[in-house]
Nanobody, 123 residues
Framework: QVQLVESGGGLVQAGGSLRLSCAAS????????MGWFRQAPGKEREFVAV????????YYKDSVKGRFTISRDNAKNTGYLQMSSLKPEDTAVYYC????????????????WGQGTRVTVSS
């Protein structure tokens, strides 16, 4: 069993930056690919980015390419999402998840989820 805890969310003005963290318990974090999803009010949870278990590959939702960077530190059992040039439409609860599938955008393929961290971008 793996537990995930997100942190780093908050209120930021448009154009600002935030770094989200995803801390994992257990010793299997490095075996999984890690993804970030987000859910805005009244909308379904959507894919944002994913990174392979070894951090050798990444994949992003088109609307965040060039603004968001996903990374991980397996020695610290922690993943990150660096968000820059934030826009009001980035407002959502952000979730990290772990999957055995490569470059998965499908939330049904994620085995473990955190509780989420809220990001609010004001205009």
């Amino acid at each position: 069993q793996v537990q995930l805890v997100e942190s780093g969310g908050g209120l930021v003005q448009a154009g600002g930056s935030l770094r989200l963290s995803c801390a994992a318990s257990g010793r299997t974090f490095s075996s999984y690919n890690m993804g970030w999803f987000r859910q805005a009010p009244g909308k379904e949870r959507e894919f944002v980015a994913v990174i392979s278990s070894s951090a050798s590959s990444t994949y992003y939702k088109d609307s965040v390419k060039g603004r968001f960077t996903i990374s991980r530190d397996n020695a610290k059992n922690t993943g990150y999402l660096q968000m820059s040039s934030l826009k009001p439409e980035d407002t959502a609860v952000y979730y990290c998840g772990l999957t055995l599938y490569s470059s998965s955008e499908n939330r049904a393929q994620y085995r473990y989820w955190g509780q989420g961290t809220r990001v609010t971008v004001s205009s």
